[in-house]
């Protein structure tokens, strides 16, 4: 019925089977005439303070609780991104972050999508160094989002194997942004060194969810997880 004419609407507009996840082509089909009338509608129905998601945080003890989240929440971190992480239009992502978790599906996929960039998966999630290095050397990221483990995977994949340098710290590297788990010291010296700019973020899901973000362009402090984020502010209880 009119659900299945929906997903039809919608890959319409999508060229072939594209090898990026375009969230501007999926936006760009809801606007069209032809787009099904019940999602229009519901696009305009649409306030601040309804919610927007309904996320499980990955470190729940004991009962399942979820945290619902507005869509003011969602759009005031993206506001808040603009002073701090310059992703032009038509960037690219290699994404390998689980998009029912708050770094991958709120930080990383929104920010691609509010900023008309593209998302392209990485076929091994992340657990594969060479699979994930392969695929980076397709696309040449600009921007890169990872949990610590996989930079450490990273580094020991990467560190003296000059040829495997060379096209990951492309002339385009813009950023590598860290978050979920302190970044070991070790790793920041040695992506630093091949001057990748780093950015770490600490938040929680409950904040939808970034809380703090260090300075790009300053120098780095280990442990040091950066100030609030325009928005926010942050107490000592």
């Known amino acids: 019925g009119e659900h299945a004419a929906t997903g039809q609407a919608l890959l319409a507009g999508l060229p072939g089977r594209p ?117 980076w050397e397709a696309v040449r990221p600009p921007h890169f989002c990872s949990v610590p483990k996989v930079y450490v995977r990273l580094m020991g994949r990467l560190r003296g194997d000059r040829a495997a340098e060379r096209p990951f710290f492309h002339g385009r590297l813009r950023m590598l942004f860290t978050a979920g788990a302190p970044l070991p010291a070790e790793c920041t010296r040695y992506f630093e060194s091949r001057g990748a700019r780093l950015m770490e973020g600490w938040g929680l899901t409950e904040t939808s969810p970034t809380v703090t973000l260090t300075d790009p362009a300053g120098r780095r402090i280990h442990s040091v997880v950066g100030r609030p984020i325009p928005g926010v502010k942050v107490k000592v209880a």
């Open 19 to 135: 090898r990026a996840v375009d969230p501007g082509i999926l936006v760009d089909a809801l606007s069209r005439p032809g787009a099904p009338g019940f999602l229009r509608d519901a696009v305009r129905q649409v306030g601040p303070e309804d919610i927007a998601l309904l996320q499980f945080p990955s470190g729940t003890t004991g009962a399942l609780k979820g945290v619902l989240l507005t869509h003011r929440n969602v759009a005031s971190q993206q506001k808040a991104y603009e002073s701090a992480w310059d992703v032009p239009a038509g960037s690219r992502f290699l994404s390998y972050l689980p998009w029912h978790h708050s770094f991958g599906g709120i930080s990383e996929r929104l920010t691609a999508l509010c900023r008309g960039a593209r998302l392209f998966l990485e076929p091994s999630a992340g657990r594969d160094p060479d699979r994930l290095l392969k695929a």
